[in-house]
């Protein structure tokens, strides 16, 4: 390993890493928000008004995956946080990562495979085929999720996680762009054909994305060595409701769990709008998907190096958030009202300078300085099982958009039969759209004022602790 490029830390306990590593680790984010963006925007809308299945078992089958989703989460990450026989010569993380990554990748293309039946006599077939799909999808990126993320905070430490964040953020939203712009291209309104066509080419640009993710995401030697030290050091065997209740006793843990909840509700929701309003507000073809998901990709990728600079500059991550948090809710209005392309156009663009900030702030640093905190009072690294029990409050908000759409489309009259919807419909759409992404950032702002104390001095005494554990 070369001397700019290690991952031993130095005497103030940061690693160094070249920008050519962190882009490489940065494509497995690549692959997360690839394949989230096209799931969030299209798999719901696929079952409901392409396939015909009836929007409560629709529902019904969301839910039943999100509470999967929940549940395998910290499992995982409890399975996997263990040394085993290849951990030595392969990693801890590693083997793991590509296993999942890959798999999750072709599991997209069974999500718009269903059989060919009837929605309404064949209905429970369809049924199943949902909840067997979606579970075997989230299993497959739980995998690769809990694992990646965990060695986010273990392998970047210090002044460097800024630039890193930054990085990651920036090869995300290039996910997100083809992930939420690729596929309307190649989407025909009541052609299934169409659905499995896209998924067949994101199939094979997720597959490239691994193959320029393996030099990032290897465990360095010196990780493997100081991990499996440690784990003959000290030998404590915890059950999993153990680790998952001792987890959830830190205070600033819990706020980021309801936090990310909250967040995550707020991109489901909008990521599954927008062909609602495309279709219904606008009453345009899908390709004006792919316009707005532009403004949107271009406020985010050109905020994001910039808020990983500020970020860098300021040193404080807690006002870091709010800042970007008051930005979200202010941005968010135009979309609420907006019934034009132009006014949700400006709105999308604008909210996403906002979200360039969630995206790094959130993600790349407010987060690992809570798993920072986390390894200093419980003495060792268990970062699967932190990423697992924050996914398992994260995909929870899969339930809460399904139940949102639900309600909301049975209360306003939503027809999935007729191109021409109801005023009062509308109005309905425009609510999953903005309004409850909105009200979620509210609560999120609020925890954090009232709350949250990791303030500069707090992550300083943090960052002093864990190079004196030595993790």
């Not at 006793?249 to 495309?278: D, E, G, H, P, W």
């Not at 900030?357 to 905190?373: K, N």
């Not at 009072?377 to 759409?405: H, M, N």
Request: charged share 15%.
């Amino acid at each position: 390993m070369s001397e700019n490029d290690q991952g031993i830390c130095d005497e103030f306990g940061d690693t160094h890493h070249s920008s050519m590593t962190m882009a490489s680790f940065s494509f497995q984010n690549f692959i997360n928000e690839f394949l989230n963006v096209a799931f969030g925007m299209f798999v719901f809308f696929f079952y409901e008004v392409e396939i015909g299945l009836n929007v409560i078992l629709t529902s019904i089958g969301f839910v039943i995956y999100a509470l999967w989703n929940a549940v395998n989460d910290p499992l995982i990450g409890y399975l996997t946080d263990r040394p085993f026989k290849f951990t030595k010569k392969w990693g801890r993380r590693f083997p793991w990562i590509m296993v999942g990554s890959i798999g999750w990748v072709f599991s997209y293309i069974l999500l718009f495979s269903p059989p060919n039946v009837d929605p309404e006599s064949g209905a429970w077939v369809l049924f199943f085929w949902l909840v067997f799909t979606t579970c075997l999808h989230d299993t497959l990126s739980s995998v690769q999720s809990t694992n990646y993320l965990s060695l986010f905070p273990d392998k970047f430490r210090g002044q460097e996680r800024a630039k890193a964040s930054g990085l990651m953020a920036i090869i995300g939203f290039i996910g997100i762009a083809l992930g939420s712009i690729g596929p309307p291209l190649f989407i025909e309104y009541g052609n299934i054909q169409s659905y499995m066509t896209q998924a067949g080419i994101l199939a094979v640009i997720g597959i490239l994305a691994v193959l320029l993710s393996v030099k990032g995401v290897r465990d360095e030697p010196e990780m493997v060595e100081r991990y499996l030290k440690k784990c003959e050091e000290v030998e404590i065997k915890e059950s999993f409701f153990s680790s998952f209740k001792m987890a959830t006793k830190q205070k600033n843990f819990r706020i980021v769990l309801v936090s990310y909840f909250l967040m995550q509700t707020t991109t489901a929701c909008l990521l599954s709008s927008i062909i609602y309003v495309v279709r219904y507000i606008l009453e345009a073809d899908p390709e004006v998907t792919t316009y707005l998901m532009i403004g949107f990709l271009l406020g985010a990728l050109l905020s994001s190096p910039v808020w990983s600079k500020i970020a860098e500059k300021v040193q404080n991550n807690y006002k870091m958030m709010i800042i970007s948090g008051v930005l979200e809710v202010i941005f968010l209005i135009p979309m609420l009202i907006g019934t034009t392309f132009i006014v949700i156009l400006i709105g999308g663009t604008l909210f996403g300078i906002s979200f360039g900030g969630y995206a790094v702030i959130f993600r790349g640093l407010v987060f690992p300085d809570v798993i920072d905190e986390t390894v200093v009072v419980r003495g060792k690294r268990q970062e699967g099982v932190y990423i697992g029990i924050r996914d398992f409050f994260g995909r929870l908000s899969f339930v809460s958009q399904a139940l949102i759409f639900a309600a909301i489309h049975l209360v306003t009259g939503f027809d999935r039969t007729t191109e021409k919807q109801t005023q009062l419909a509308k109005i309905g759409i425009s609510i999953h759209f903005a309004l409850v992404p909105m009200i979620c950032t509210l609560i999120v702002i609020f925890l954090f004022i009232a709350y949250y104390d990791l303030k500069p001095e707090k992550v300083k005494e943090v960052r002093e602790g864990i190079y004196k554990l030595k993790l």
